[in-house]
């Protein structure tokens, strides 16, 4: 007997079946309820912080305040309904809004669009306040802090010290390489220059030439993880004044705000992630089918990783996974798929070490990924190509998906396991 499945795709959904005696797992991990009223909850949050005065109490009238919002992937923080709250809580404590800068903190990624301030920021908010881009490789507006005990040299945008506060909001997901998102993210990389962000990531890579990413390198660890430990580090520099960080649910809404300390905050919400995402499967599955969750977390194949490497770490050796990613602007940022050109791995990382980016790390992750079974990437026609050249097989519908996947995981009746969060969600395995 069949059992239908209908997952996120891009803007709208895919439906499928699979016969319900071959579904092993389906990780649909701990949701939790949108707070009923979201802007009364994010106000008390904001009164009631973690290991923090109430934010009126760190702010003075008279003070310029920077507030990092990230950038257009991240779109589902939803600082659309949050920052005209914030704005009005600061006018409140005597801040006028000429003396608040709204700064997307995209790290390394491209630079965001008015229209998509407005995405993110809300056209109430974009309207009050000047918003304006970080740019990573604007070495005159940048400032030089130091260097971390691993020698990464700290350049951070001069906005943090032309304003008195820095505020930082994020989002706090699990996060492939430096085990969860949000906190000191919104300072490395969202406010670092292109050389910092490069000699931080570089940490991300084994000691030895060869091996790849160092396996600490993962989802859920930070201990021993040198990248989040340098991120910290970096971020320690110019120590966010006052966090805010939300928690996202399954359907995308947020459901938990943690406010105040950068750290001890930060890590309430990864606790929160940990219960809700971290999903435990008694063993690795033939097949996995998975979806980025639609847009914008399947925007292009460099965020749609995300889901790849949670859906891999889900398949056991020589299986197959499928991940929806419809992908619209595929092959941003424009030097990812470059990557691929080389002729084996090794080429690969040690090119991306000679002349490191994050999308070279991301595209080794994916080519070792790669090696452990078939990832099949159900996107748009147009991408099929293009996949390919990623090391990927691609299909433009799920009965193409689904023939090849069977045929590539070396059993009649496999074993399926479903992640309809797979951008979120992390598979713990616990043979039996």
């Known amino acids: 007997m069949n059992r239908q499945y209908t997952f996120k795709y891009g803007k709208g959904e895919i439906s499928f079946e699979i016969p319900q005696s071959q579904v092993m797992s389906e990780m649909t991990g701990r949701s939790r309820e949108a707070p009923v009223d979201l802007l009364g909850t994010y106000r008390n949050a904001l009164d009631h912080p973690i290991d923090s005065p109430p934010l009126r109490e760190k702010v003075r009238p008279g003070e310029r305040i920077l507030i990092t919002v990230s950038d257009i992937t991240r779109g589902w923080q939803r600082n659309d309904l949050l920052m005209p709250a914030l704005l009005d809580y600061l006018n409140a404590a005597g801040i006028r809004d000429q003396d608040i800068t709204i700064v997307i903190a995209v790290g390394a990624h491209r630079l965001n669009t008015p229209k998509e301030f407005v995405e993110l920021c809300g056209a109430e908010a974009c309207h009050r306040v000047k918003v304006v881009n970080h740019d990573c490789r604007d070495y005159a507006n940048m400032d030089y802090y130091g ?49 910092t962000i490069q000699q931080c990531h570089r940490w991300c890579f084994n000691t030895t030439v060869g091996l790849g990413v160092n396996p600490t390198t993962e989802c859920g660890i930070t201990t021993g993880n040198p990248g989040h430990e340098d991120m910290m580090e970096v971020a320690a520099f110019a120590p ?38 971290g999903v435990k499967v008694e063993q690795e599955a033939d097949i ?46 424009a030097e990812f798929i470059d990557w691929f050109r080389h002729p084996t791995l ?30 099949i990437l159900l996107t748009r026609p147009e991408n099929i190509e293009k996949a390919s050249q990623a090391r990927m097989r691609a299909c433009a519908t799920m009965e193409e998906a689904l023939a090849l996947a069977y045929k590539s995981c070396g059993t009649a009746r496999p074993k399926v396991t479903l992640m309809p969060h797979g951008a979120h969600t992390w598979p713990i395995v616990e043979p039996r």
Not at 162 to 173: A, E, K, N, Y
Not at 248 to 271: D, H, L, M, Y
Not at 307 to 326: D, L, R
């Open 147 to 195: 260097k971390t005990c691993r020698g990464t040299e700290v350049y951070l945008n001069k906005l943090i010290s032309q304003h008195d506060r820095l505020i930082t909001t994020g989002g706090v997901i699990y996060h492939f390489a430096v085990g969860y998102g949000g906190g000191r993210k919104s300072v490395m990389p969202g406010l670092s220059s292109f050389k």
């Open 346 to 375: 090794l080429a690969m990382e040690t090119a991306v070490r000679a002349n490191f980016l994050i999308s070279g790390l991301v595209a080794t992750r994916q080519w070792q990924d790669g090696d452990k079974g078939t990832i």
């Open 288 to 333: 996995v089918v998975a979806t980025a969750g639609g847009y914008p977390k399947d925007i292009n194949l460099y965020q749609t990783q995300k889901t790849i490497h949670n859906s891999v770490a889900a398949m056991k050796k020589g299986g197959a996974a499928i991940v929806m990613a419809e992908c619209p602007d595929f092959s941003e940022p």
């Open 240 to 277: 966010p004044d006052f966090i805010i960080n939300t928690v996202p649910n399954f359907e995308g809404k947020v459901c938990a705000v943690f406010t105040g300390n950068w750290i001890s905050a930060w890590w309430q919400a990864v606790r929160l992630v940990e219960d809700m995402y």
